[in-house]
């Protein structure tokens, strides 16, 4: 079993930052690829962002490219998600998980998820 925590989440302004973080409990950190989904109030869940196990490749939705920066430590089990020029639209709860493949934008792509952390962007 993988458990994910994410942290960093909160309430920002429109055009702030935020640096989302998720350790992972696995040894075998660096075997998985990891990725952000995010899910908005009475909207279905949505991909955000995935990263390859050593960190040469990503993936984003298009509402967030240019703005959006997935990176990982596989030192420290750990994936990140740096939010710049933040926006109303990019409030919702936000969740990592942990899968074979980085090119998986579908939840079920991916076999492990962490509780979530909430992202508040006020305008």
């Known amino acids: 079993q993988v458990q994910l925590v994410e942290s960093g989440g909160g309430l920002v302004q429109a055009g702030g930052s935020l640096r989302l973080s998720c350790t992972a409990s696995t040894r075998t950190f660096a075997n998985f690829a990891m990725a952000w989904f995010r899910q908005a109030p009475g909207k279905e869940r949505e991909f955000v962002a995935s990263?390859?196990?050593?960190?040469?490749?990503?993936e984003y939705v298009d509402s967030v490219k240019g703005r959006f920066a997935v990176s990982r430590d596989n030192s420290k089990n750990t994936v990140y998600l740096q939010m710049n020029s933040l926006k109303p639209e990019d409030t919702a709860v936000y969740y990592c998980a942990a899968g074979p493949f980085y090119r998986g934008r579908r939840g079920d792509d991916y076999d492990y998820w962490g509780q979530g952390t909430q992202v508040t962007v006020s305008s």
């Open positions: 990263i390859n196990w050593s960190g040469g490749s990503t």
